[in-house]
């Protein structure tokens, strides 16, 4: 998979070290003042940062030594980078938090593929709860993704996120250890 995959006109993306003593926001102004001019964010009610002015929207996520900041002019953008780490419980969080056939196709793979496959599907889950902006509180289980030609696609979902078809994913390794996705969806 490429660090940075290319991505269609209007999606900004980049994958930058963490300070980690400096706030995720505060790292990022810079950033996003080079592609906006002027920056204001503010939190919603559930805490997801949204730019005062304009039709752009901001999305970022932190992990180890990384941050991975996506900016869409026009749409709704969400992103997630994880650390891959030891995942014994895969199938069994699985089992509880995705959705059937998720479960049924980690716990096919064999044991090191399936904890890859696991933040694989994480990511992706959580890059479109992000975007849609409620977050992990929606429900993991409420958009449903399977692999074809060895890239993860959204099957369905809720209908609260809107048709599948209309949602953008890339998925990626932005770092050696880590895994990353994007979702983007147009305005409509
Ligand atoms: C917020 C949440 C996405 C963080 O997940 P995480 O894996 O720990 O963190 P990530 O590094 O991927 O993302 C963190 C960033 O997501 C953003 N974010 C926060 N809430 C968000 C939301 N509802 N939707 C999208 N993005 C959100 C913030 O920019 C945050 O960065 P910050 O630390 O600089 O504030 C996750 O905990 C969640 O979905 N919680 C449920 C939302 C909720 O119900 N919040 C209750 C507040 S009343």
Redesign the pocket.
Known sequence: MPVLPPLPDGLDCACLPRAHDV???AQLEPWLATRLGTVALA???????RLAEGDADV?????GDLLLVALARGGQV?????RERPRARAVALARRFFAPAEADWLQALPAAAREVAFVRLWCAK?AL?????????FGLHKAVFGERDGVLHLLECDALLGAPEAWFLREWAPAPGYRAALAWRRRA
């Open positions: 706030p995720a926001q939190r919603d009610a559930r805490g997801r940062p999305n970022w996520s932190h992990s969400g992103v997630d980078v994880e959580e709860l992000k975007a849609h902006g409620h977050g992990l509180s």
